[in-house]
């Protein structure tokens, strides 16, 4: 006799292990997940905190090594700016140096006077070896004193005349300009920067002139920024050092002033995407109307 029920599965114990199986797996997943999520949520907070603690710390270097590059930088500056103190405040020494340029007959007092500052010159350039030379000239003559020669040499025999032009359309009373130096006519130009300041007694200016390689492995040695740049406040590039050493593009340069522009009286900070990465960038105000760019890389 034939059976009238439901069949018999043809392999019970087989459909049997598959569904324990796929029990096996979907208690597994929820329990994972159970265990798995509150895990991932603690480490990714965790490296969100991370991540904002990198960041802070970043801006903090920046921050400080910003005003490090300012403080190495100001002390230049600041050496620059006595030399004019000694040959432009003095009344009496100013008469002496412009009777010893127009090469009229001095008294013995200004041959005291003149002896003195070119000693000065000598020592200046002996003990600060980021200071190249030291001019002061007079309008309406034909000869410049200089650290050089330690004495007066005449425009037409005098080899450095690059910063004439700059010095005859500046309406400025005090700036610096980066420019090639050619101090002797038998050596290449040497990159430096100058600083000029027009005298108040006479028409005339002092300028010192500040080795750009030597200035920029002073600043390098106080700050471990990735890059640091100088400028002025037209956007002009004056200096640029740091541990990287590839130049800027000329787009890359573009988006600093911009960012500079955007508040010049507190200047910057924030995340700039230049060509080479992104970078960290604060922007401080320094002297002679210049500014202080450092830059920190993402990859720190």
Not at 7 to 17: A, G, I, N, S
Request: proline fraction near 4%; hydrophobic fraction near 35%.
């Amino acid at each position: 006799m034939m059976w009238s029920g439901f069949p018999y599965p043809e392999h019970p114990k087989k459909e049997l292990k598959t569904m324990r199986k796929r029990n096996f797996i979907k208690s597994f997943l929820y329990y994972s997940a159970i265990i798995s999520i509150p895990i991932l949520t603690v480490f990714l907070v965790f490296l969100a905190f991370v991540f904002q603690g990198k960041q802070r710390e970043i801006r903090e270097a920046a921050e400080t090594a910003a005003q490090a590059v300012r403080d190495n930088y100001s002390l230049v500056l600041d050496s620059a700016a006595t030399q004019y103190d000694i040959l432009a405040r003095n009344p009496r020494l100013s008469i002496s140096l412009r009777g010893f340029i127009s090469h009229k007959q001095i008294g013995y007092l200004d041959v005291i006077l003149t002896n003195t500052i070119l000693s000065n010159f000598n020592s200046l350039t002996n003990n600060a070896p980021y200071i190249a030379s030291v001019y002061y000239y007079l309008d309406g003559y034909d000869s410049i004193l200089t650290s050089d020669t330690g004495g007066t040499t005449r425009l037409s025999q005098f080899s450095d005349l690059s910063w004439k032009d700059s010095y005859d359309h500046s309406d400025e009373d005090e700036w610096l300009e980066r420019r090639e130096m050619h101090q002797y006519s038998y050596t290449q130009p040497v990159p430096v920067l100058t600083y000029f300041k027009k005298l108040s007694m006479f028409k005339g200016v002092v300028m010192v002139n500040i080795y750009e390689e030597q200035l920029k492995q002073l600043i390098n040695t106080s700050s471990q920024l990735d890059r640091f740049f100088i400028l002025d406040k037209d956007g002009n590039f004056l200096l640029q050092g740091g541990a990287q050493t590839a130049q800027l593009s000329p787009e890359d340069k573009d988006l600093l002033v911009s960012r500079l522009e955007q508040s010049p009286d507190d200047a910057y900070r924030g995340w700039v995407d230049l060509s080479r990465g992104k970078y960290y960038v604060r922007i401080i105000p320094a002297d002679c109307g210049t500014y202080i760019a450092a830059c920190i890389s993402h990859s720190n």
